[in-house]
């Protein structure tokens, strides 16, 4: 009887496992990225996170694209800001009304 390995592209229950997404994904697509990642001398998760970042990117899984994630990330950053002017904007008219009244 043959004995079954790992990178089995059966959908088998030994050869199947739940991903991030709860989606059911074969086995040997973790094994995959394993051997890549070892190649490219990269850490397996950063390889998968690549991965799963590109096929948000290109429609093919759902979630916030990087173009998007860019522009709300920017968005933050003025929002920010905007914030620390009007802070600031705020506190000098107060230190300037509280001027005009002492000097009456």
Do not use: W
């Not at 050869?15 to 991030?20: C, I, K």
């Not at 989606?23 to 690549?50: C, F």
């Not at 991965?51 to 950053?77: C, K, L, M, N, P």
């Amino acid at each position: 009887m043959p004995t079954r390995n790992h990178e089995s592209h059966s959908a088998s229950p030994e050869a199947v496992h739940r991903d991030g997404s709860g989606e059911i994904a074969p086995e040997s697509s973790r094994g995959a990225i394993n051997r890549i990642a070892d190649r490219l001398g990269v850490h397996p998760e950063a390889l998968r996170n690549g991965v799963r970042q590109a096929e948000i990117d290109g429609g093919f899984r759902s979630g916030t694209t990087t173009g998007d994630a860019d522009r709300i990330a920017q968005q933050e950053r003025e929002n920010r800001e905007l914030r620390r002017a009007n802070t600031i904007a705020k506190q000098a008219s107060a230190l300037f009304g509280r001027r005009s009244t002492a000097q009456r």
